[in-house]
């Protein structure tokens, strides 16, 4: 799941200029998003043991401070 699907070389020359050359490594749609997953478990799991706000709780809040200023607005 984590190998890489392969390699990508990228070569431009901007306005004629000087060649600029990339080398990079891309991975299956299933490997990003997988590793999307990991990520978010892991800060997750961050936010429990230091006791922080989860994504939720941030969501939540978001939520209800939009709310109090449209209440605001239309009063």
């Known amino acids: 799941m984590w190998g890489p699907a ?4 990228l070569e431009c020359a ?7 050359i990339r080398l990079g490594l891309y ?3 299933a490997c990003l998003v ?5 990520l978010e478990a892991g800060a997750a799991e961050h936010a429990a043991r230091m006791d922080l706000p989860t ?9 209800r401070v939009v709310e109090v200023a449209q209440t605001l607005l239309a009063g």
């Open 6 to 9: 392969g390699w990508y070389l």
């Open 14 to 20: 901007p306005g004629g200029k000087g060649r600029h």
């Open 27 to 29: 991975c299956s749609v």
């Open 34 to 38: 997988r590793a999307g997953e990991m």
């Open 55 to 63: 994504e939720e709780d941030r969501r939540r809040e978001r939520a």
